[in-house]
């Protein structure tokens, strides 16, 4: 008997039919390794917009990348018709390695971190000096995030002819930004000194620009890239906020090279994603003063060595108010209120 049935094993068992279907599901996946790659410029209701060379191409995410978020500054791999004709749609089946990745929460209390865009060089921080009001822990905050992420940060003021730029210049001395300082040209737009000196620094570069409703960012966009036609708006003159214009991420290739990312105006910049015990580690002028910190020092307590740097003068004239900007992004992440 056990002749005839030596050339048998586990192997020949018969499977029984599942009840969905004939076929036993698998987790092997196709390498599509004929996949074409292009880089995300836009997300509109599941359908994104991708550059492949001189064409754009519209495709949705596939079923087999589940909840995979993708976002502006994505390189993807597509599959089915990519050619870009009109009412033609491909199909995303892979998501490349990020470089950099910038994000922020909803609030400092969330952990939950949101994507804004992946793969930027450079975050560019744009503020007026007036109309509204500048804030500079906003900017803080914008400063943090960019160290977190791996970006080199770029200071864009604008509305010098309403006020002076230097006090506000003055709490970033220390930390050596650069910066460009605009002002308002005869036509409502940025003058086109302050417009070609921002370039120079996007020029070759990936950067996303972050900023306030209302500071000019999108006026800022539709000078660098004309047929952007980025909508702009006032600012409030009963609340001093201006009106939300962009409402969504966009890649914009800027002329001579590079590219430029325009994003929603935002009134808060939440860190929750980002761990507190860093926070020291981006504020360069006042991080060698933590070297005589009790052990476990939270920065923000009575024996915390940083005050005696900064009443030395050892972090420069703006030492104090770079402090206490450390502080509050410090009590902001704990809850407390002080």
């Not at 001189?54 to 599959?79: F, H, K, S, Y």
């Not at 910049?269 to 360069?284: C, R, S």
């Amino acid at each position: 008997m056990s002749g005839r049935y030596d050339h048998l094993d586990e192997s020949s068992v018969r499977q029984r039919p599942s009840r969905k279907g004939s076929r036993p599901r698998t987790k092997d996946r196709p390498a599509h390794e004929d996949a074409v790659v292009g880089v995300v410029t836009g997300v509109d209701r599941g359908r994104c917009s991708i550059r492949v060379g001189d064409r754009v191409v519209v495709a949705m995410r596939a079923r087999e990348l589940g909840r995979t978020r993708i976002v502006v500054g994505d390189r993807v791999a597509m599959v089915g018709d990519t050619s870009g004709e009109p009412d033609t749609l491909a199909r995303i089946v892979r998501v490349e390695e990020r470089r950099t990745v910038l994000r922020r929460s909803a609030d400092d209390t969330d952990r939950v971190e949101r994507v804004i865009v992946a793969n930027a060089d450079q975050l560019v921080v744009v503020t007026a000096l007036a109309d509204p009001e500048p804030r500079p822990r906003m900017v803080d905050r914008c400063l943090v995030a960019a160290y977190d992420a791996g970006l080199d940060p770029l200071l864009v003021l604008t509305k010098a002819d309403l006020a002076p730029p230097e006090p506000f210049l003055a709490h970033y001395t220390a930390l050596d930004v650069p910066h460009v300082v605009s002002r308002s040209g005869p036509d409502g737009g940025l003058d086109a000194d302050g417009v070609e000196a921002v370039r120079a620094h996007l020029l070759g570069r990936t950067s996303v620009l972050v900023g306030h409703s209302g500071v000019g960012k999108s006026t800022l966009v539709n000078a660098l890239v004309p047929e952007a036609e980025r909508a702009t708006g006032a600012v409030n003159a009963v609340t001093g906020r201006g009106r939300h214009t962009s409402t969504s991420a966009v890649g914009l290739e800027l002329p001579g090279g590079g590219w430029v990312v325009d994003t929603p105006g935002v009134r808060s910049f939440g860190l929750g994603h980002v761990d507190p015990a860093t926070f020291i580690n981006h504020f360069e002028d006042l991080a060698p003063g933590t070297e005589d910190c009790p052990r476990g020092c939270s920065h923000d307590e009575p024996d915390c060595a940083l005050d005696a740097w900064v009443a030395g003068g050892r972090a420069g004239p703006a030492g104090p108010a770079r402090l206490e900007s450390l502080r509050r992004l410090l009590r902001s992440r704990s809850g407390d209120e002080r």
